[in-house]
T-cell receptor, first 115, second 115 residues
Framework: DSGVTQTPKHLITATGQRVTLRCSPRSGDLSVYWYQQSLDQGLQFLIQYYNGEERAKGNILERFSAQQFPDLHSELNLSSLELGDSALYFC??????????????FGPGTRLTVL | AQSVTQPDIHITVSEGASLELRCNYSYGATPYLFWYVQSPGQGLQLLLKYFSGDTLVQGIKGFEAEFKRSQSSFNLRKPSVHWSDAAEYFCAVGPPARGNTPLVFGKGTRLSVIA
């Protein structure tokens, strides 16, 4: 158990809908990362937050957004869902001190299926 | 842009045999290097990491990896594979000297273990 929790574990929804994925980082970790894992693209970085502020952005679609709350949990919002958004979404956390060499610890993931 | 290549999509080894999974990276400087393992239906677990120093790194579960700067490689090895090692293995890199930044992952190598 990495200490990173993600809910829900599975999510099945229809095209055009909106969903919210939730991540609670390890106790004390300030950085949260979101990654998408799909069969064709592999593991791709979406977005990073550090202590409530966006720190880095990757291949995140405009239909997707995220935020990190004062209690450091993070939510990834996916809207106008398309079939191609079906994937496993991972959250990772690290202590996140700037310039540090922290390890990212991954949660179990949320499997999203868009029908 | 940095990239990670794992040339072998799928490898099958016999239980008790040795294992080497290949990883090559493309980067302007020596990046931080990681190996993660993903068991079916699970999240990513860190096996080992290299930041600097000794180029032979020991990890969990009896794994080790060797950083070879001249070959831009970070191959993962295990002297004797157990059936429980069957999983997907991912090599990842992070930008050097900055830390706590998103990782770039290879496409993964799926390991099957036969009796």
């Amino acid at each position: 158990d990495s200490g990173v929790t993600q809910t829900p574990k599975h999510l099945i929804t229809a095209t055009g809908q909106r969903v919210t994925l939730r991540c609670s980082p390890r106790s004390g970790d300030l950085s949260v990362y979101w990654y998408q894992q799909s069969l064709d693209q592999g593991l791709q970085f979406l977005i990073q937050y550090y202590n409530g502020e966006e720190r880095a952005k990757g291949n995140i679609l405009e239909r997707f957004s995220a935020q990190q709350f004062p209690d450091l949990h993070s939510e990834l919002n996916l809207s106008s869902l398309e079939l191609g958004d079906s994937a496993l979404y991972f959250c990772a956390s690290s202590p996140g001190a700037p310039g540090g060499t922290d390890t990212q610890y991954f949660g179990p993931g949320t499997r999203l299926t868009v029908l | 842009a940095q990239s990670v290549t794992q040339p072998d999509i799928h490898i099958t080894v016999s239980e008790g045999a040795s294992l080497e999974l290949r990883c090559n990276y493309s980067y302007g400087a020596t990046p931080y290097l990681f190996w993660y393992v993903q068991s079916p239906g699970q999240g990513l677990q860190l096996l080992l990491k290299y930041f600097s120093g000794d180029t032979l790194v020991q990890g969990i579960k009896g794994f080790e990896a060797e950083f070879k700067r001249s070959q831009s490689s970070f191959n993962l090895r295990k002297p004797s594979v157990h059936w429980s090692d069957a999983a997907e293995y991912f090599c990842a890199v992070g930008p050097p000297a900055r830390g706590n930044t998103p990782l770039v992952f290879g496409k993964g190598t799926r390991l099957s273990v036969i009796a």
